[in-house]
């Protein structure tokens, strides 16, 4: 934006001062902010830093030390460079002890071996300056125009990228907080050397401030959020190398104010963007939870759930229906990962289940129904196709999760919801993402990564759904022990250890174990060291096989039958015995069932 005194010294005014430079030729590249008329020698104390000092030298020192310590304050406060009239002070030239220590200071020293009027010269010199202010006021007035016609528009993230690379002529990257990249644009250069190795390039870069300019690594970068939630960060390229700064105290090269703005603006726009979404989705995410949850809890009559439901182009009247269930294996506890995490994780897996649902061409109410669980209640006009629509779900599902977790990036102008996979508000959270589930391989089963999906039997009418979501529910619960990888699990894939967790809170169940069991879990109180409960356990997971048993409990044969031989006392029970050793196991099965939550 500003004229370098070079440009300066080309300009009419100056050219007829027959201009010589004496010193200081390697900074004749600097910005000149403005010019300064000086005839004192303390002129630096009031100056900020890239004027142009112009001066008859009248009112300098005269003595050598007074002229290194005028030149050595000139360059302390930044000035562009100094400019002195031959004729009044100096006739044949400055001083030598001036020009050596203009040139050791680096600074320009300029001298005008004919007479001229100091006042066509600033009049020339702030008249190209405040052109430029204007030309750069013009491109600034198209730029909060051009996004503030993007974010009325509501354009996805990719215009809103490939319009920032099309203002500022640059390559520009929009990435999550765990560096991977969720859009870009390489404005004419290629694509495949801007983003190799981008995650270890990205964790480089590290400009001191919200928006700021990375010298080093020839990035200008703005974080991206709103809120108080930041969810990523907008880059934009400006080698070092390029333009002259524009601001007093920018470090050479650095970018133009401009695309300071311009990228701030973009990032703006994108966290608009992705707040008018979440707000628009929020509306009908928390009708789907009010109608899901009053199927659950039976607060609403079922025909104003339908006529809701309706409402939302969800039919539900004669339709087949199918309650399904996705959690994550592992709970989070608060303790660990903080309830906002908590929270990001689930509403990461609730809005990756409603992506799956909508490329899967299946209509369903769907929403978050407790603190690790996203429900869904399947609408299908044919009974029939059941199986195949669960396992769309499922296949589905998984590559949604599997995209999040690669953090594939496709270019801005690819189609429209492609810059974060589904669409700008999924972050990932604050992420956080298009960013993988909290902590989990998106590329294992069960649905895609470390995530269980369970369904419950299949009902014909509204009124019956509630069963299909309860059980769809105590199925996720039980798989939670099963170490199987399926995409689907239903009622038959339980199992007995999964019956058992689902009855875990009856208490017959519990009284049963207390009744085979509670005697020698009551001597293992008494006896902590010994743990008699553990060998019961390797004896009958080996299949009653004694020697098994023993290598599995790490004892020795004598050791191991001598504890066999104490647990059939304190329990009074045949352990050689089919039929008794049978109903321990079952028992020692509903203990660990009773015992996970």
Request: glycine share 10%; net charge negative.
């Amino acid at each position: 934006m500003f004229p370098t005194v070079r440009e300066v010294l080309a300009l009419d005014p100056v050219r007829h001062g027959a201009p010589r430079v004496v010193a200081g030729d390697a900074g004749l590249d600097r910005p000149v902010r403005w010019v300064h008329v000086a005839e004192v020698p303390d002129i630096a104390t009031l100056l900020g830093g890239g004027e142009l000092v112009l001066t008859t030298g009248i009112g300098l020192p005269g003595d050598d030390a007074g002229l290194r310590a005028f030149i050595g304050d000139l360059a302390d406060v930044g000035v562009s460079g100094l400019v002195v009239e031959l004729g009044r002070r100096y006739v044949s030239g400055v001083p030598r002890v001036m020009a050596a220590a203009a040139e050791r200071r680096g600074l320009p020293l300029v001298e005008l071996r004919r007479a001229t009027p100091f006042v066509r010269i600033t009049e020339a010199v702030h008249a190209l300056i405040v052109d430029a202010q204007l030309t750069e006021l013009r491109a600034t007035e198209e730029i909060h125009q051009r996004f503030n016609d993007l974010s009325v528009e509501g354009a996805d993230a990719a215009e809103v990228i490939r319009q920032a690379a099309e203002l500022s002529g640059c390559p520009v990257v929009l990435e999550n907080l765990s560096r991977q990249v969720l859009g870009y644009d390489p404005a004419g250069e290629s694509a495949e050397l801007l983003l190799d190795g981008w995650e270890q390039h990205s964790r480089r870069i590290r400009p001191a401030g919200r928006t700021a300019y990375d010298p080093d690594s020839g990035w200008l970068v703005t974080t991206v959020g709103a809120r108080g939630q930041d969810w990523g960060r907008l880059l934009l390229r400006w080698p070092a190398s390029g333009d002259v700064p524009t601001r007093a105290g920018e470090p050479a090269g650095g970018p133009p104010t401009r695309l300071s703005i311009l990228i701030e603006r973009a990032a703006s726009t994108l966290a608009l963007g992705r707040l008018i979404r979440r707000d628009a989705e929020g509306l009908e995410r928390q009708i789907h939870r009010t109608l899901l949850t009053a199927l659950l809890d039976h607060s609403r009559p079922v025909d104003e759930v339908a006529l809701r439901a309706k409402a939302l182009g969800v039919l539900l009247d004669r339709r087949h229906l199918v309650g399904v269930m996705v959690r994550h294996r592992a709970d989070d506890p608060a303790g660990e990962v903080g309830p906002e995490a908590g929270q990001a994780r689930l509403r990461d897996l609730s809005e990756a289940v409603g992506q799956a649902l909508r490329e899967a061409k299946l209509t369903a109410l769907t929403s978050a129904v407790d603190d690790n669980s996203v429900g869904a209640l399947l609408a299908l006009t044919d009974p029939a196709a059941e199986d195949r629509a669960l396992s769309a779900f499922a296949s589905a599902l998984r590559r949604v999760r599997l995209d999040a977790g690669s953090g594939r990036a496709p270019a801005a102008g690819e189609a429209s919801r492609s810059a974060t996979g589904a669409d700008v508000s999924r972050p990932a959270p604050g992420a956080e993402p298009a960013r993988a589930v909290a902590g989990v391989d998106p590329s294992r089963g069960g649905g895609g990564g470390g995530v269980i999906v369970a369904a419950g039997s299949g009902v014909s009418s509204l009124r019956e759904a509630r069963r299909s979501l309860v059980e769809a529910r105590q199925i996720a619960e039980a798989a939670r022990r099963d170490r199987r990888d399926l995409p689907i699990f239903r009622l038959p894939h339980v199992g007995l250890a999964g019956l058992l967790h689902l009855l875990r809170d009856e208490p017959r169940l519990q009284t049963f174990v207390e009744g085979e069991l509670g005697a020698l879990l009551e001597y293992d109180a008494r006896h902590p060291r010994e743990q008699l409960l553990d060998t019961l356990r390797a004896y009958l997971e080996q299949g009653r096989n004694k020697s098994a048993g023993a290598a599995a409990a790490h004892l020795s044969r004598p050791a191991f039958y001598e504890r066999l031989a104490r647990i059939a006392r304190i329990l009074d029970a045949d352990l050689d015995s089919v039929e008794t050793s049978l109903s321990l196991h079952v028992a020692l099965l509903a203990l660990e069932a009773v015992r996970t939550p």
